[in-house]
């Protein structure tokens, strides 16, 4: 007589060797060494990452030599220079190099490596006055515009627009022109400064529109934070980064305006401030004759914008994670 099928596969049942879970015992692998936290593993944040890319990189080591030349020179010039760089003489017109003076004198009888060591202040303080103004303004404008849209969106918005559509050198120079009783390194970096700012307000304005959706924006709003501290505690901190690379990068772009100022006879006056923008202004009289006192200020005003372009591209990448991912 056939067998059934619910005997057979009962049969099949109770033939099949039993299942052996093979676990190891929880003494071999304790939970504390599987899921213990590595409290001593360094922190990493947008800025640290940023530092520890900086600090692979050759061109940001040159550019921090530089820059930190610049700056040690511009606090104390007296260290670099002992002689006078007012002191000038008709008798030592475009007097070749001597003792002392190891790049001669100008047409005016005056010792040039002196005026360039004792320029570079007058270049620097009017550069990190005009990046101030500019880091300053167009962060306010740039980030209440963003953040809160609607009508503040749309004066401030047109505000930026009125002013970015003027050339700021052609404004500094109308500025000067009008304040021409009034010269010195606050007056020419307001002049400058106050009409080159929209740049770094467009670009945190769409940082700020960018960041403002977040889950961690929403979550601050609904724990009861005020908009207006929202903004600055936890919108601001994450949508700086790109406004800090443009200001590093404007550093350049306004020691040559200074420069171009003063060339053009409208920025700092000669007899008061020494600027290396007035030394070239000076030296292209005697271009033909004796180019040397034009050659070295404008290598000096070449070396020390080269220096923060150089800074500001290191930061720039340092600053992008699609950059660091790419690498």
């Not at 400064?193 to 960018?210: D, K, N």
């Not at 977040?214 to 609904?222: L, N, P, R, T």
């Not at 934070?225 to 949508?239: K, M």
Request: charged letters at 15%.
């Amino acid at each position: 007589m056939p067998e059934s099928p619910q005997s057979s596969s009962a049969s099949n049942r109770r033939a099949r060797p039993p299942i052996t879970h093979f676990v190891a015992p929880i003494d071999e692998t304790p939970v504390v060494a599987v899921d213990a936290v590595r409290i001593a593993e360094k922190k990493s944040t947008l800025w640290l990452d940023a530092w520890r890319d900086m600090r692979r990189r050759p061109m940001f080591w040159i550019s921090a030599v530089i820059i930190f030349a610049v700056v040690l020179i511009s606090l104390f010039p007296g260290l670099f220079s002992q002689a006078d760089p007012r002191a000038c003489a008709l008798s030592f017109s475009n007097a070749g190099p001597s003792t002392g003076h190891p790049l001669g004198y100008n047409k005016q009888g005056c010792d040039v490596y002196s005026r360039i060591i004792h320029g570079t202040s007058t270049s620097v303080s009017v550069g990190l006055l005009v990046i101030a103004i500019t880091f300053v303004v167009g962060t306010i404008m740039g980030a209440l515009a963003g953040f809160f849209g609607g009508f503040v969106d749309t004066v401030l918005s047109r505000v930026g627009d009125i002013f970015f559509s003027i050339p700021y050198i052609l404004a500094a120079v109308v500025v000067m022109s009008v304040l021409s009783d009034h010269r010195n390194p606050l007056v020419i970096a307001l002049a400058i400064g106050g009409f080159s700012w929209p740049i770094t307000a467009r670009i945190v304005r769409s940082e700020i529109l960018r960041v403002k959706n977040a889950d961690f924006v929403m979550a601050s709003e609904s724990l009861g934070l005020s908009r207006f501290n929202t903004l600055l505690r936890h919108v601001l901190p994450n949508a700086i980064a790109p406004a800090i690379v443009v200001t590093t990068l404007s550093l350049a772009s306004a020691i040559v305006a200074e420069a171009t100022l003063s060339f053009l006879g409208v920025g700092l006056p000669a007899g008061e401030f020494i600027s290396w923008g007035n030394d070239i202004s000076a030296a292209q009289l005697s271009l033909r004759t004796d180019p040397m006192p034009l050659i070295y200020p404008s290598l000096a005003l070449t070396i020390t914008v080269l220096g923060f372009i150089l800074l500001g591209e290191s930061v720039r990448d340092a600053l992008d994670p699609k950059a660091r991912a790419r690498r």
